[in-house]
């Protein structure tokens, strides 16, 4: 399976990515979007640890998002189990300079075709901070739905925020 939609190709990570990722990750405007497991500052120990982990999972479930060949961003798949194993929660992150180029919605879109045919899941599903309408948009494009919200559901930024639910749910499998 290819994992590419025009310019937009979606990678394994390679070790050699680590000071790419460091030099994308390590911007607060990036992790007051992502949880507290995305750190700032986010330092070259955590880049390491973190291409580690992904290049142990089979099938892979984090991938680098390239433009045109060039390292952007990071999305992946976060498998639940139990009678939830067929839903998994996606996350993503574009590189501030990339920002606004639809980078993200071509990569939700591959992210999401993969899921649904490599990893069988019926659903994928997000949270969304509700000081973060762009990410909200880019789901949407995607197709998911909006299924709620979660009052005061997230601590970030030393405060309570709402956090919005989205899914899409293959209604072709299973």
Do not use: Q
């Amino acid at each position: 399976m290819e994992l590419k939609e025009g310019n937009i190709r979606l990678r394994p990570f390679r070790l050699e990515d680590k000071e790419r990722l460091v030099e994308l990750g390590n911007n607060k405007n990036i992790s007051d979007n992502l949880t507290d497991g995305f750190p700032h500052p986010y330092t070259l120990d955590a880049a390491i640890k973190f291409i580690d982990e992904s290049l142990k999972n089979d099938p892979i479930r984090r991938f680098a998002i390239e433009e045109d060949g060039v390292y952007v961003g990071n999305i992946g798949l976060h498998p639940s189990d139990d009678i939830y194993r067929f839903n998994a929660e996606i996350g993503y992150f574009i590189g501030e300079p990339y920002w606004n180029r639809g980078i993200a919605t071509k990569a939700i879109n591959i992210m999401c075709k993969y899921g649904f045919e490599v990893m069988k899941l019926k659903r994928i599903h997000a949270g969304v901070f509700a000081y973060n309408p762009t990410s909200r948009h880019v789901l949407e494009k995607c197709g998911f739905e909006f299924e709620g919200t979660f009052k005061k559901g997230l601590f970030k930024k030393d405060e309570f925020h709402d956090e919005f639910r989205y899914a899409l749910v293959n209604n072709d499998s299973v």
